[in-house]
């Protein structure tokens, strides 16, 4: 049995975003009627609905990050056959990091803009990598080295778990400790125009 869908009571399951410039102004009116006599929304390019100030922090922030990761590849280079300790020590770090920066972002700081698209899309996201990790375990299978590259794919899988869960806990410490100074001295601190 087919449920009609076309009818006056669907909703759109779309989000909707709306600039600073939007906000104020009256609402757009709705495009030219469906043949079925619904108007159809307007719609914009996906590119438009994004702020440029947000794309230009992942930006700067990927190119930020890629670049500490190259330099460290570079400092510390991994021989061929043994275990890839840089690329290990850059995600598991990169797990922690971005655990330990999602708590002041969303329960410490107030709202913020930019901080979570530079350092957690665009500087952590670069900073760590996928890719890298399954190429020196590929290497590793490729030259026999079997205990080696399952160490590399299940340590590294359970190490950045684990540095994950010490960076929510760490965070959500300093978050219980902050509530106890506001609470004794009567005030919240404040802030910065880096949290804004």
Known sequence: MRVDESGPERESR??????DAESDAEPEPRGEPEPGGEPSPSRE???SRLRKGVLAAVALGGVLGGSARYVLGLTFPTPRGTF???TFAINVSGSFLLALLLVYVLEIW????YVRPFAGVGFLGAFTTFSTWMVD???LLGHGHYAVAAFNVFGSLFAGLAATVLGLAIGRMALARRVRL???HGRARRYGWWVR
């Open 84 to 86: 890839p300790l840089t």
């Open 45 to 47: 390019p996906f590119r």
């Open 14 to 19: 779309e989000p909707t975003y709306i600039s």
């Open 137 to 139: 375990t590929d290497h």
């Open 182 to 184: 506001a609470a004794r």
């Open 110 to 113: 107030p709202p913020t803009r």
